[in-house]
């Protein structure tokens, strides 16, 4: 082997031998930079909750990055120039072998040259690899090794919000605020604490519906729709135990004639039914001691008491019929046994009533959750799942996304009628014509038609169905409205305020239960004589061909 | 054919050696100065010598060309010193029969080594009648031209303190020195050898260890020495970094440098290089060895512009930033 060829495969070989060093050492150091990402993207994780779907997201482009990264830095060779050089540097030859490759690299015809190669070469065989370029233990790996260590436990980390990457765990797509999650707890309190036969069922479902959603398995629109349904469902029973105090009140003020009840009919009239039974039960004690036109007048008063019950008094009803009849007998002893009937029918009531006043606070406390969740959806109105849009839309928009909420028996009011009776009546919500897109009468809004709609007589909104064609009389409202528009000042407010005040918050009060100056009866004629939906068409009908006759005259 | 280069270096080193172990017998302390000094002799160069009066720079001039076995002649230069006190002049002679004619007288010029003590009290006309001898060698006087015996070599002193009834020299004289070496105060310890030495009835005696053909080979050897183009990329490099405001040059060349050194200072760091090479029993050169003879071959190459003379910036640290920041060659 000639001076040179030895020069250039001593050469050749530390090449190799650097090149291996520098791989270990750059993979070394590439991973202690790398290793650095996950684990504050773990640290951050602790605070930000990232989801499944985001940590694989950057672990892939992390590991893919670090790939390009390592395969980029292990690519490409060394010049042997530059390893003559190094070799140079540490054997202190002096630029020897740079030297003496260049000439190799660039021969001349020169005795000076070959002395100068030859002695390159005796210098190269003294020359040991290993001790030159020592494999060496990067020390960026203990920087790795520390930082693996150092993600593995921030991943068993015992916080209680801290999700174990190894287990593959992830934070839940949604999760619930903690206003939320204590309205959820007094919702399910609540229900627990009635004793209604399918409270424990709408409570289960509660729970399942609030894991479906963090599990991402709903949408949160979905899980808006049916904790709406659910709360719809508890206090479906609020009018009907309304239903049932308007027609206790109705009962005692009959009562509350004879002069042996009134003790007992004071209480029933303020809703204390339980005092209400304790004092039926003092006074079938004494009916022995009571005169027989005290008697009588109770038979009377109970017998009439009875006529009519509204639905859920007719056990009462009876019982007040039963006593009645068992007094006009002059059957004492049936007479007790009819009051005792009745302190157990009153007692009955009360539990049902409180039944009802805890499922419908369970109820309030789901519409705060449904608003906590309507808040948390609201910037994900516009990542296309369907969540409400943004305030900026058009009206008929907006009435939509109201729709879904449960703002019902308005979605369905023909072109925005207005309507007097009617909650869902507010000022034209559902139905109001959007700016963009107006609305013809009778035609839902697109977003509104999803719900379920009601009727502007606040009945039931599930059972409602939507309206058919719009009326095509003129609405005394609706004229109203328009002179008022026409007439600027006197009170008109701005259009800005109409706007603002169509936002403003909704009373949950139900129409039938604010303060009037009606008597029971008046207000039991005003909702007994609600027109039923089925035949609303029929009469509007009517009420359009005799304007056509009119207008014909 | 090997072993006679290889005996041509060890003859080179030996000699040298011999060389300036024979001068430090007189000049103690300066080293560095005697290596210099002996390796411009043998780069075939001039050197100017920069140092206060006392320190031995004739001495050190005398001795070497006692040791060297070569003419010597010594040129006081004084302000009144006329360029033909150097070089010589025609001289009217008168012959047996009573002919006239003229007779060049040669001038202290004509000898192997020169020196010219403080230079810098000559004017410039005076200092210009070097500059042919130095490059050429050779005198013009007159239509004739007369060679000068080699080897020539100039050695000049200048005194940097006293400026009073100075000349600096032009720049063009300046730049025909292979070297302008500094020569500081001695240390402590080379004192009390000087004064052991100069203050005894026996004065060091040298010996002629090197005459004129023996450094005419030698320089012939440092001339065969091969260099590879990296390394010289990396004089070259050094060279232009002393060159304001171009894309080599050094930020601090850019602000106090106004002329930087020319290709003559490539071929001082080169030759200086080659013989720092054969010294140290090599037969390239290193990138150390450039930077070892840079100093000295720059130095008085670099023209510092209005702002490095205001702020009285010295060469040598620009030299030094200029060495620091250019990488060596791979």
């Keep these: 082997m000639s001076d040179r060829d030895l020069i250039l495969n001593f050469l050749e070989k530390a090449e190799r031998r650097l090149r291996s060093n520098r791989r270990f050492n750059d993979i070394a150091s590439t991973l202690a930079i790398a290793f650095v990402f ?81 002695r390159t070469a005796e210098a190269a ?21 520390g930082l693996l260590f150092f993600l593995v436990a921030l991943n068993f980390l015992p916080l209680s919000l801290n999700y174990n990457w190894i287990y593959l765990q992830a934070a839940p797509p949604f999760r619930l605020t903690d206003e939320a999650r204590a309205s959820l707890d007094n919702a399910i309190k609540l229900l627990e604490r009635a004793k209604a036969a399918d409270n424990s069922q709408i409570a289960e479902k509660l729970q399942e519906l609030i894991s479906e959603l963090e599990q991402g398995d709903i949408s949160i629109n979905d899980a808006i729709k049916q904790l709406e349904e659910l709360q719809e469902q508890l ?94 007998r002059a059957d004492r002893q049936a007479a007790r046994s009819g009051f005792d009937r009745i302190a157990r029918e009153l007692q009955s009531l009360n539990q049902q009533l409180q039944d009802q006043k805890l499922r419908s606070e369970a109820g309030d406390e789901i519409a705060d959750l449904v608003e906590q969740l309507e808040e948390e959806g609201e910037p994900q109105a516009g990542d296309g799942q369907g969540g409400q849009p943004n305030k900026g839309e058009n009206k008929a928009n907006q009435s939509g996304a109201r729709g879904e909420r449960g703002e019902r028996g308005e979605a369905t009011e023909q072109g925005g009628e207005p309507s007097d009776d009617a909650q869902a009546g507010e000022q034209g919500e559902a139905g109001e014509p959007g700016d963009s897109q107006p609305l013809t009468p009778g035609e839902a809004p697109a977003d509104g038609a999803n719900g379920k709609g009601g009727n502007s007589f606040g009945g039931s909104t599930t059972s409602a169905p939507l309206e058919g064609e719009a009326t095509t009389l003129e609405v005394q409202l609706l004229k109203e409205a328009l002179k008022t528009e026409g007439t600027p000042g006197e009170g ?62 | 054919m090997t072993a006679a280069i290889e005996q041509q270096v060890e003859g080179f080193q030996r000699l040298f050696t011999r060389v300036k172990q024979e001068v430090a017998k007189v000049i103690v302390g300066y080293d560095d100065v005697i290596e210099c000094v002996i390796m411009a002799l043998l780069a075939n160069g001039h050197v100017l010598l920069e140092g206060v009066p006392g320190l031995g720079k004739t001495r050190l001039v005398s001795t070497l060309s006692d040791v060297v076995h070569l003419k010597f002649s010594r040129i006081q230069f004084t302000p009144d010193l006329m360029p033909a006190d150097i070089t010589g002049t025609n001289i009217v002679q008168e012959n047996a029969h009573g002919e006239k004619f003229l007779q060049f007288q040669q001038g202290p010029i004509f000898a192997n080594v020169v020196l010219a003590d403080e230079i810098n009290r000559a004017t410039p006309k005076t200092q210009s009648a070097l500059l042919e001898a130095m490059e050429e060698k050779t005198v013009s006087i007159g239509k004739q031209t007369y060679k000068l015996d080699p080897p020539f070599f100039v050695l000049a002193t200048q005194n940097p303190l006293e400026m009073e009834g100075t000349y600096p020299l032009p720049e063009a004289q300046l730049d025909r020195f292979f070297m302008k070496l500094k020569v500081d105060y001695p240390t402590l310890a080379s004192l009390h050898t000087i004064l052991n030495r100069t203050t005894q009835s026996q004065e060091p005696e040298v010996q002629r260890v090197l005459d004129g053909p023996q450094i005419l080979e030698m320089r012939k050897t440092v001339r065969s020495v091969p260099i590879a183009r990296p390394v010289q990329e990396y004089a070259i490099r050094i060279m232009m970094a002393t060159h304001p405001n171009t894309k080599f040059s050094h930020a601090q060349t850019n602000k106090y440098v106004r002329h930087g050194a020319s290709p003559r200072s490539a071929q001082a760091m080169i030759v200086g290089g080659k013989i720092r090479a054969l010294l140290h029993n090599r037969v390239y050169v290193s990138s150390e060895d450039i930077r070892s003879v840079a100093m000295g071959a720059l130095r008085h190459r670099i023209i510092l512009s209005f702002e490095g003379e205001a702020e009285r910036v010295d060469p040598d640290m620009i030299l030094k930033g200029i060495l620091e920041s250019i990488p060596e060659p791979s």
């Design chain 1, 235 to 328: 206090e479906a029973g609020d009018i009907d135990a309304e239903n049932m105090t308007n027609g206790l009140s109705q009962m005692a003020a009959i009562l509350k004639q004879a002069k042996a009840l009134r003790d007992a009919a004071q209480p029933m009239a303020s809703g204390k039914l339980e005092e209400a039974a304790s004092q039926m039960q003092q006074v079938a004690e004494q009916l022995d001691s009571l005169s027989a036109a005290d008697i009588r007048e109770m038979a009377d008063r109970l017998m009439q008491a009875s006529e009519k019950p509204r639905s859920g008094l007719q056990e009462l009803a009876s019982a007040f019929s039963n006593a009645g009849a068992a007094l006009q």
């Design chain 1, 38 to 118: 996950p684990v504050a993207f773990k640290v951050l994780d602790l605070f930000f909750f990232f989801r499944a779907r985001t940590i694989v997201t950057f672990l892939t482009l992390w590991l893919a990055a670090t790939l390009v990264f390592v395969i980029k830095r292990l690519q490409g060779k060394n010049a042997l120039s530059h390893i003559a050089s190094n070799i140079d540097n540490k054997a202190n030859l002096e630029d020897q072998l740079k030297t003496a490759y260049w000439f190799i690299e660039n021969p001349r015809k020169s005795e000076w040259v070959d002395v100068q190669i030859r």
């Design chain 1, 492 to 553: 008109n407010e701005p259009d800005e305020e109409k706007e603002a005040a169509g936002e403003r918050e909704r009373s949950k009060l139900d129409y039938r239960n604010a303060p009037s100056n009606l008597t029971p009866a008046q207000k039991d004629l005003l909702i007994q004589e609600r027109i039923p939906w089925e035949n609303r068409q029929l009469i509007k009908n009517y009420f359009q061909a005799v304007k056509t006759t009119q207008q014909g005259k």
């Design chain 1, 125 to 145: 065989n003294r020359l040991r690899l290993d001790a030159l370029f020592p494999r060496r233990f990067p020390r960026a790996i203990y920087k790795v090794c």
